[in-house]
T-cell receptor, first 113, second 114 residues
Framework: GENVEQHPSTLSVQEGDSAVIKCTYS??????FPWYKQELGKGPQLIID?????GEKKDQRIAVTLNKTAKHFSLHITETQPEDSAVYFC????????????FGAGTRLFVKA | DAMVIQNPRYQVTQFGKPVTLSCSQT?????MYWYQQKSSQAPKLLFH???????NEADTPDNFQSRRPNTSFCFLDIRSPGLGDAAMYLC?????????????FGAGTRLSVL
């Protein structure tokens, strides 16, 4: 089955710096890659997603890149702010095989003011 | 306004005492999911419903059951909770579109087992 690996598990950056979180997936049939942000005491919320027919997508300070050949995708946060501090999960799913989404183990991001 | 609502937010039960967690949605989504999330780990899918069709994950223990009486509500029943079942339980919904399965999560129920 699909496996998603996520690195690093913890990331600490200074306010204003960039943060990059990387994921790899195993099943080449996966074609949809969402990123979720989970704040303390809350459920995960979608922040950005990318489909396999696109290499890059940007939404203000966040961007996601996808390398289908290498089965890598990454989240980039620029000009980090303290409110970006949270746990970030990457995930992979496919159009066929039901509605199952496989999550990475998560990255705890600390943004120091 | 919350669109996926989980009750209660915190639940304490005794070892072996059945417990039910509830989830409701105002999104009219076809699919509802239950995840178990332990500290510093990824959410782990237990099962999901597509409409009334129940889909159990192969490694979900028999101790965990689910009911979906209508589109809006879904319940997670833990028949005999063990200490290892203490976790955050997340409910999520999605439209059921195969190409872009955006999931909307509730705030979760944190279960403690004494």
């Amino acid at each position: 089955g699909e496996n998603v690996e996520q690195h690093p598990s913890t990331l600490s950056v200074q306010e204003g710096d960039s943060a990059v979180i990387k994921c790899t997936y195993s099943d080449s049939a996966s074609n949809y890659f969402p990123w979720y942000k989970q704040e303390l005491g809350k459920g995960p919320q979608l922040i950005i997603d990318i489909r396999s027919n696109v290499g890059e997508k940007k939404d203000q300070r966040i961007a996601v890149t996808l390398n289908k050949t290498a089965k890598h995708f990454s989240l980039h946060i620029t000009e980090t702010q303290p409110e970006d501090s949270a746990v970030y999960f990457c995930a992979a799913s496919m159009a066929t095989g039901g509605f199952k989404t496989i999550f990475g183990a998560g990255t705890r991001l600390f943004v120091k003011a | 306004d919350a669109m996926v609502i989980q009750n209660p937010r915190y639940q304490v039960t005794q070892f072996g005492k059945p417990v039910t967690l509830s989830c409701s949605q105002t999104l009219n989504h076809n699919v509802m999911y239950w995840y178990q999330q332990k500290s510093s780990q990824a959410p782990k899918l237990l099962f999901h419903y597509y409409d009334k069709d129940f889909n159990n994950e192969a490694d979900t223990p028999d101790n965990f059951q689910s009911r979906r009486p209508n589109t809006s509500f879904c319940f997670l029943d833990i028949r005999s909770p063990g200490l290892g079942d203490a976790a955050m339980y997340l409910c999520a919904t999605s439209r059921g579109e195969g190409g872009k399965n955006i999931q909307y999560f509730g705030a979760g129920t944190r279960l403690s087992v004494l």
